[in-house]
């Protein structure tokens, strides 16, 4: 996987990538929409019209089968700058306000990490896990993820 050390729409537009990952949590509106108010998710709802309709449907589903937290949930492939990509949403938090909770954030990884063994994703683009709204420190999670520099 590749951490973004760039902004991420500028890294996007490398078309070797597989995936795109987006950091979400756990919060359906009453209109069946995730919420994707800040941060890399609402510059995802933004590049990709209805994935906060789609996924929050799909967690709705999951949570309406008695499970809470959803961990993975994938679109696509999609069409994005003539490159086809599977679009991830990442779990990291449970409530939008809420910090990220680590235990959290690596186990979404850990499911993360047998998604992409499953499809064969090689190159996957996500943000810093729990680091930006979720207030973790990079090198905490690097360390709990199992994370190697490149």
Sequence with gaps: MI??????????KDPSYDAFVCTTNNIIRLNGTLVMGAG???AFK????????TWGKIIQTRKEG?????????SGPVNYLHNHVYLIGL???????????MELVVESCEKLSNLA??????????SKPGCGM???????VK???GFLDE
């Design 66 to 74: 008695g499970t809470d937290d959803h961990h993975v949930v994938i």
């Design 91 to 101: 779990q990291t938090k449970r409530l939008w306000s809420d910090p990220s909770p």
């Design 134 to 140: 979720g207030g973790l420190k990079w090198a905490d």
């Design 117 to 126: 063994d499953t499809l064969s994703l090689h190159k996957i683009l996500m």
């Design 143 to 145: 360390k709990e993820i």
């Design 46 to 53: 933004e590049e990709f019209k209805y994935i906060d309709y």
């Design 3 to 12: 951490i973004s050390q760039k902004p991420y729409w500028d890294e996007a």
């Design 40 to 42: 890399i998710a609402k």
